[in-house]
């Protein structure tokens, strides 16, 4: 008797524990190994960088919850890091992939990023947080998809099509870091591309709808995207389902993703899809072809005339986006479930972007401070308490008007604090800025 309770009772815990390893969210394994090429975006041949042979690098495709966990493999002959933008990195934000949380992977290295997009769907991007290796490519489409149990307000698309677009200089890499540290500005960029080239096409079949993921990757410049004859409806920004309004373009800011769903409601042909630059006084341009299935005729016409060159319209088109309240995200539970304006907030930092000359050189500054990075990581030296790395408020929360200075600027904040943050731009340049790790709704 005793020996069959034994063996029962080992029945039911082996049958337990192969629950609890069945519950736990899936892994998905990468290794990527970063390299030189070269490719001719532009038309001449240029020095890029590869991963895995790729450029611009693999799409990286992900469910909602899922464990990433991904080898990268240094062949550049400079130290390398990647960040995963827009991923919250909850609980570990040590593998974001940036100086301040991460000792750069040296040469003929490795690093193996172990993260979880815990709680997140939509359109992002991955790059590399180095010097200005950005400018050289390492960069690719990320994408979170929804658990198959949770809805999304909208049908299932047809297909599928991540634009990787952004600005692009003949001048490589590490001309561009040359230019920078001798205190001078950016060059204008040489040409716009779409993943990674002049001209790229997407299909489908007419009477059907598209998902179009369309991201920012460029350094310094927006752009206004549109197709020919096509409207664009707007479904998710930054990992949030929106109300779904209809435009016939739409200016993207650097380092901003969008998801848009495009129904292919023409006449059988081919459509021009357009990149142009904004807010510059020369227009640069690029093109890709959206092809009908069924099309027997080629893109021809005038290239669509974007927008004129016009901040407030600009404005006015992002105020247009709202949050949609009744919709799901990642969880069932509406995004709009939480009361947000019933939040006493702890504290308002207003951050003041400037452009000043600090010991004779081009820097660019927040509250009067411009950035450089400390020999050890933030979070190393926070964890280890090691000292003489940052000092905890060495950067002001609102601008004093004193003069620029260089520090490794920390502001101190605390656990729980609900924090008003105001941007501040006195500068005759558009701005954006990488608002990372957390999660944050734009009141205003």
Not at 14 to 42: H, M, N, Q
Not at 195 to 202: C, E, K, L, M
Not at 235 to 259: A, C, P, R
Request: contains cysteine.
């Amino acid at each position: 008797m005793g020996r069959a309770v034994f063996v029962c009772l080992l029945a039911i815990l082996s049958f337990w524990s192969a629950s609890v390893v069945r519950a736990e969210d899936d892994y998905k394994y990468y290794t990527w190994t970063i390299t030189y090429g070269t490719s001719s975006p532009l038309g001449l041949p240029q020095q890029v960088i590869l991963i895995n042979g790729q450029f611009p690098g693999p799409t990286l495709v992900s469910v909602t919850n899922e464990n990433i966990i991904l080898n990268v493999v240094n062949k550049l002959d400079q130290p390398f890091l990647l960040t995963w933008n827009g991923i919250k990195q909850r609980k570990n934000s040590w593998q974001d992939g940036v100086l301040g949380t991460n000792c750069p992977i040296p040469p003929n290295g490795n690093y193996t990023y172990k993260f979880q997009t815990k709680d997140q769907i939509g359109s992002y991007t991955y790059f590399p947080s180095t010097l200005m290796h950005r400018a050289a490519g390492g960069f690719g489409a990320l994408n979170v998809y929804s658990r198959s149990v949770i809805p999304v307000p909208y049908a299932k698309p047809a297909g599928d099509f991540s634009l990787l677009i952004g600005d692009w200089f003949k001048t490589s890499h590490k001309g561009l870091q040359q230019i920078l540290d001798s205190g001078k500005a950016l060059p204008f960029p040489d040409g716009i591309l779409i993943n990674g080239q002049g001209r790229s096409s997407f299909g489908g079949d007419q009477g059907k709808t598209y998902m179009f993921r369309v991201s920012n990757i460029g350094l310094s410049t927006s752009f206004n995207f549109r197709i020919q004859g096509h409207k664009l409806k707007l479904v998710e920004v930054e990992g949030s389902h929106v109300l779904q309004n209809m435009y016939d373009s739409l200016d993207i800011h650097v380092g901003q993703s969008v998801t848009l769903l495009v129904t292919l409601d023409q006449a059988p042909k081919d459509y021009y899809i357009v990149a142009s630059t904004r807010f510059t006084q020369t227009v640069l341009t690029a093109t890709g072809v959206l092809h009908y299935t069924n099309s027997r005729v080629p893109v021809s016409g005038p290239i669509p005339a974007g927008p004129t060159n016009e901040v407030g319209w600009s404005m006015d088109q992002a105020r247009s986006y709202r949050w949609n309240l009744t919709s799901n995200a990642a969880r069932p539970n509406p995004q709009g479930s939480f009361h947000y304006g019933k939040i006493t907030t702890s504290r308002t930092i207003v951050l003041a972007n400037s452009a000043p000359i600090i010991n004779g050189k081009q820097r660019y500054a927040v509250n009067g401070v411009s950035y450089i990075n400390s020999d050890t990581p933030l979070k190393l030296a926070d964890y280890f308490n090691i000292p003489g790395v940052f000092t905890i408020n060495s950067i002001q929360s609102s601008p004093s008007g004193s003069g620029a200075s260089l520090a490794t600027s920390v502001m101190g904040t605390s656990h729980h604090d609900f924090i008003e943050v105001v941007f501040q731009n006195n500068e005759n340049t558009m701005q954006s800025w990488h608002l990372d790790g957390y999660d944050f709704w734009v009141v205003g």
